[in-house]
T-cell receptor, first 114, second 113 residues
Framework: GAGVSQSPSNKVTEKGKDVELRCDPI?????LYWYRQSLGQGLEFLIY????????KSGLPSDRFSAERTGGSVSTLTIQRTQQEDSAVYLC????????????FGSGTRLTVV | GENVEQHPSTLSVQEGDSAVIKCTYS??????FPWYKQELGKRPQLIID?????GEKKDQRIAVTLNKTAKHFSLHITETQPEDSAVYFC????????????FGTGTRLQVTL
């Protein structure tokens, strides 16, 4: 596609429910990243996929968070048993190998846990 | 790992004045330095980048300078306009070994009339 597509754009969920966030990267981009941005804050790294290599999960804040990337393209970030502190904008980005020419970000999913 | 510090956290300038945002990095092997602009409610967008083989790069009203010895790089915006108001993030990457960009904490630029 022309850009990085994320869905849904907004998600309101009840505390304790599971949510899935989707990212469709730019065709041909081998690297995919998930970041979290709380209100007025910076970019918190969550997880990174590069081709068929094992993902870098070093930024995941707890075992309630997981992500997968199927077929080297679409990625899904899953948050289980959501908590209020999970409320944030979840940004996906993609790039050519390891971001050597910068990232292209999606518009994000705004998650609100009530 | 890499650590990127960014200053100031907020910056207010009058329209037409210049704005400078500074970043320092810790990994001397870092060789790629992009800058992102994030308008309110929008996605971060790459506005300019520089690689370690050059000391300065310009694109119209924006420029980036790099001092490898001191391990710092700066974003310069001249003749600021209200549409320059946004949060700006610097980042650094060692393209040889690192797997992801390390971002600064952001600078909120406000251009006042």
């Amino acid at each position: 596609g022309a850009g990085v597509s994320q869905s849904p754009s907004n998600k309101v969920t009840e505390k304790g429910k599971d949510v899935e966030l989707r990212c469709d990267p730019i065709s041909g981009h081998t690297a995919l990243y998930w970041y979290r941005q709380s209100l007025g804050q910076g970019l918190e790294f969550l997880i990174y996929f590069q081709g068929n290599s094992a993902p870098d999960k070093s930024g995941l804040p707890s075992d309630r968070f997981s992500a997968e990337r199927t077929g080297g393209s679409v990625s899904t970030l899953t948050i289980q048993r959501t908590q209020q502190e999970d409320s944030a904008v979840y940004l996906c980005a993609s790039s050519f190998s390891r971001g050597v020419d910068g990232y292209t970000f999606g518009s994000g999913t705004r998650l609100t846990v009530v | 790992g890499e650590n990127v510090e960014q200053h100031p956290s907020t910056l207010s300038v009058q329209e037409g004045d210049s704005a400078v945002i500074k970043c320092t990095y810790s990994d001397s092997a870092s060789n790629y330095f992009p800058w992102y602009k994030q308008e309110l409610g929008k996605r971060p967008q790459l506005i300019i980048d520089i690689r370690s083989n050059v000391g300065e790069k310009k694109d119209q009203r924006i420029a980036v300078t790099l001092n490898k010895t001191a391990k710092h790089f700066s974003l310069h915006i001249t003749e600021t306009q209200p549409e320059d108001s946004a949060v700006y993030f610097c980042a650094a990457l060692n393209t040889g070994t690192a797997s992801k960009l390390t971002f600064g904490t952001g600078t909120r630029l406000q251009v006042t009339l």
